[in-house]
């Protein structure tokens, strides 16, 4: 079984700064991870997904996420934020095998503010 | 390719009644998926199908929710005789891979 663990439930950023998520894994076989975001009464939207090779991953709307085997983590960075950047983020995991379901972490809140 | 479709999106209910909400996937993919998200958590994955077979069912997934997917193409969630706690959104995502979930936006469900 896995878990996932978001280690903070919100991070408050002002325009155009950087920010980094950050999200911790525990499994006890090989996983593929996923950061995806969910706007107010909205559905999830894949920003990006770590399944194998280079461990920096970039995804949609300028987001990039680092994997990390030896720490367990997948953390999100951002360069510069936008307001619009402001919703909730989800990181997930599921197995390599030939199905698999996801497991998501408890989300992070990003509050982008002018 | 419309994207995942559910429906309805809100969907106000008294305890004890039974509700079903209903998902379209995006039409080439076999695999089907329900998750139930409650306030400030993230989802949670109820049930799995591939086509026409539910290949998976969470524990959460108690006697009063069945789902069906009928012909592989469209999924249907019922609840029976709900309850407060049953208050959530209820998501469907579908996939042609193991991977790469797509979304719907959700139905959300109110239990007074």
């Known amino acids: 079984a896995q878990s996932v663990t978001q280690l903070d439930s919100q991070v408050p950023v002002f325009e155009e700064a950087p920010v980094e998520l950050r999200c911790n894994y525990s499994s006890s076989v090989s996983v593929y991870l996923f950061w995806y975001v969910q706007y107010p009464n909205q559905g999830l939207q894949l920003l990006l997904k770590?399944?194998?090779?280079?461990?920096l991953v970039k995804g949609i709307n300028g987001f990039e996420a680092e994997f990390n085997k030896s720490q367990t983590s997948f953390h999100l960075r951002k360069p510069s934020v936008h307001i619009s950047d402001t919703a909730e983020y989800f990181c997930a995991v599921s197995e390599t095998r030939g199905y698999s379901t996801l497991t998501f972490g408890k989300g992070t809140m990003l509050l982008v503010s002018p | 390719d419309t994207g995942v479709s559910q429906d309805p999106r809100h969907k106000i209910t008294k305890r004890g009644q039974n509700v079903t909400f209903r998902c379209d996937p995006i039409s080439e993919h076999n695999r089907l998926y329900w998750y139930r998200q409650t306030l400030g958590q993230g989802p949670e994955f109820l049930t799995y199908f591939q086509n026409e077979a539910q290949l998976e069912k969470s524990r959460l997934l108690s006697d009063r929710f069945s789902a069906e997917r009928p012909k592989g193409s469209f999924s249907t969630l019922e609840i029976q005789r709900t309850e407060q706690g049953d208050s959530a959104m209820y998501l469907c995502?579908?996939?042609?891979?193991?991977?790469?979930?797509?979304f719907g936006s959700g139905t959300r469900l109110t239990v007074v």
């Open positions: 995502a579908s996939s042609v891979q193991e991977y790469g979930y797509t």
């Open positions: 770590y399944l194998s090779g280079s461990t």
